[in-house]
């Protein structure tokens, strides 16, 4: 990796971590942290005030200021680091006469608190050098994230590599094919010829075959084709039926409020009943998967398609049956996810090169976040 990598980068901001942190647990980070509360009050006092304080015409200011840093003063600890500071400084700004007080005076309390000033910024670089920690492991922890999927892609890759990429998968694939687009165009025709109700009817059939992944029909549609005459009418006419307006509606169904509602409002719903749930993908899944989908497949299909159709829903449920059918669905994997570069860098060794180094440079970001804990808060 390179100097300015996340990796070299956490390292050295936890160098200065360290550094900070030995400064600061010499003297105590409670002890500094109120010294920086009371040294804070005091500036924002000081800065508050000086105007006010330093014109000879305002001296319910000066008193002001004076009753405000005083108590502020006594409030802070006896025994607090740099007391003898804060004592100089407030005598500085002590007078009896306001036009006696000048910026000059404040410029003297505050030169007098520069060694407060001092351990105060000391806290502030270690806040710092522990928020410039944080920020680079979190960039570190990003490249381990980063390179844990640059290692999945490639472990990918090298495993479609060594798929028989020669071998017959037309031996799977046709079949599916002609079984998917005989279940499309049976079901378009279903949808077409077959009336709203007994399509929805068969939605609710399918129900039964969670495999298949049909959409459920809404219960108030479903209710309403039962009841109602337009039941009759097939889906394309129900779906045209909703883009009528009230009044013209009115010569088509006996209650346009009552189609409204179930209807129109699931227009949606009909417009996307296709039979895409009933096609098989490619390249197909697992055996396991495809043997029990078929199953299903076979059943539904049966409820309104022809006997030819289901045939081939059948053949598709065989083709997991075949001893060589994970080696054919590997090379169909294979095929449709490895690009030609990708074959060829394979060929030559580069995936496996690239892999093992990705590797080494992975052990090497879990390795430094190891030796870099989270700051406890």
């Not at 049956?321 to 449709?336: G, K």
Request: glycine share 2%.
């Amino acid at each position: 990796m390179s100097d300015d990598d996340p990796v070299s980068e956490l390292r050295t901001a936890a160098t200065k971590l360290d550094a900070y942190r030995e400064d600061v647990e010499t003297v105590g980070r409670d002890e500094l942290r109120r010294l920086a509360t009371t040294y804070r009050d005091v500036e924002r006092i000081l800065d508050r005030f000086e105007e006010r304080a330093t014109d000879p015409d305002d001296f319910q200011g000066y008193i002001e200021f004076r009753e405000t840093l005083t108590d502020r003063l006594e409030s802070a600890p006896a025994d607090i680091r740099h007391g003898e500071a804060f004592i100089q400084a407030n005598d500085a700004l002590t007078t009896a006469v306001t036009s006696s007080l000048s910026s000059s005076d404040f410029e003297r309390a505050r030169t007098l608190l520069a060694d407060v000033r001092a351990d105060v910024e000391l806290l502030e670089s270690l806040q710092d050098a522990e928020d410039a920690y944080r920020s680079k492991r979190r960039a570190v922890q990003s490249a381990k994230t980063e390179l844990e999927s640059r290692i999945d892609r490639l472990e990918r890759i090298e495993e479609l590599g060594r798929a028989d990429i020669d071998a017959p998968v037309s031996e799977l694939r046709t079949p599916i094919e002609r079984y998917n687009e005989v279940v499309t165009e049976a079901f378009e025709r279903f949808r077409r010829e077959s009336s709203a109700r007994d399509v929805v009817d068969w939605l609710s059939t399918a129900e039964l075959f969670p495999l298949v992944g049909m959409p459920s029909p809404p219960p108030r549609l479903e209710s309403y084709l039962h009841t109602a005459d337009v039941g009759d009418e097939p889906l394309s006419k129900l779906v045209e039926y909703t883009e009528y307006s009230r009044s013209k509606l009115d010569h088509y169904v006996d209650s346009p409020q009552e189609f409204d509602a179930a209807v129109k409002t699931n227009s949606q719903f009909l417009h996307r009943v296709d039979g895409e749930p009933l096609t098989v993908s490619w390249p197909p899944a697992p055996a396991s998967t495809v043997r029990w989908r078929a199953r299903e497949l076979v059943s539904v299909v049966g409820r309104f398609a022809s006997e030819s159709v289901v045939s081939e829903a059948r053949s598709v449920r065989r083709l997991v049956d075949r001893t060589d059918y994970e080696r054919l669905r590997e090379a169909a994997i294979a095929r449709e996810e490895l690009t030609d570069d990708q074959r060829e860098k394979l060929r030559r060794g580069v995936i496996s090169d690239e892999l093992s180094s990705v590797r080494d440079e992975y052990e090497h970001v879990v390795s430094c976040l190891d030796a870099h804990p989270p700051l406890g808060d």
